[in-house]
């Protein structure tokens, strides 16, 4: 059964450092979405992205934070200068219609 | 702006047994979506069930059912001959069902859910 994968599983980054989350959605879908959990917490909305263009936003992802599909297969999310309260997990999730799959998520550590 | 509520944020079930987990959600559109995500210990986010609004009869998978209430803005999910594997944190979501699929998903807080043997 085709899923999404995320690379890395953990990344541990110095504050100010940038990072690269990478994704890969599964194959047929149109619709990518980046999601965050700081631990203990809800799972929050970050960024939607169709047609290679960003959909939606919300208020978290602000100038440091950037999304790309650089080719017919990846979703990367960048964060320019990562902030101790970057820490979370983040999830990467894909649809083709109104289901969104989930991948296994990359935990950011920011020391 | 739409919000969902769970408010068990901690539950408990004997294996084999019938648990119910509650959610309540805001909205003021009529077309939307529901859905419940179960996150196992690995924080894998995984689809359990979903909803859709404009329909009257309850989804089912398996030993998974949900009681949708439009009127009450209720979703709940109930889980048939509880199983070790179905120890979790449980999340439900909504999303818009207009302006084709690339709207989010807002999540509740979660119910942990615990089976014990």
């Known amino acids: 059964e085709p899923e999404v994968t995320q690379t890395p599983s953990h990344q541990v980054t110095q504050m100010g450092q940038e990072v690269i989350l990478r994704c890969v959605p599964i194959s047929n879908h149109l619709y990518f979405y980046w999601y965050r959990q700081i631990l203990g917490q809800k799972v929050e909305f970050l960024v939607s992205?169709?047609?290679?263009?960003?959909?939606?936003k919300s208020e978290i992802f602000d100038d440091q934070f950037s999304v790309e599909r650089p080719d017919g297969s990846n979703f990367t999310l960048k964060i320019r200068s990562t902030k101790l309260e970057d820490s979370a997990m983040y999830f990467c999730a894909s649809s083709l219609l109104y289901e969104q799959y989930f991948g296994p998520g990359t935990r950011l550590t920011v020391t | 702006a739409q919000t969902v509520t769970q408010s068990q944020p901690e539950m408990s079930v004997q294996e084999a047994e019938t648990v119910t987990l509650s959610c309540t959600y805001d909205?003021?559109?009529?077309?939307?979506?529901l859905f419940w995500y179960k996150q196992p210990p690995s924080r894998q986010m995984i689809l359990v069930i979903r909803q859709e609004a404009y329909k009257q009869q309850n989804a089912t998978e398996n030993r998974f059912s949900v009681n949708f209430q439009k009127a009450a803005k209720s979703f709940s999910l109930k889980i048939s001959d509880s199983q070790l594997g179905d120890a979790a944190m449980y999340f439900c979501?909504?999303?818009?069902?207009?302006?084709?699929?690339?709207?989010?998903?807002?999540f509740g807080t979660g119910t942990l859910l615990a089976v014990q043997p």
């Open positions: 979501a909504y999303r818009i069902g207009y302006g084709g699929a690339t709207n989010k998903l807002i």
């Open positions: 992205f169709y047609n290679n263009e960003i959909s939606e």
């Open positions: 909205t003021s559109e009529s077309d939307y979506y």
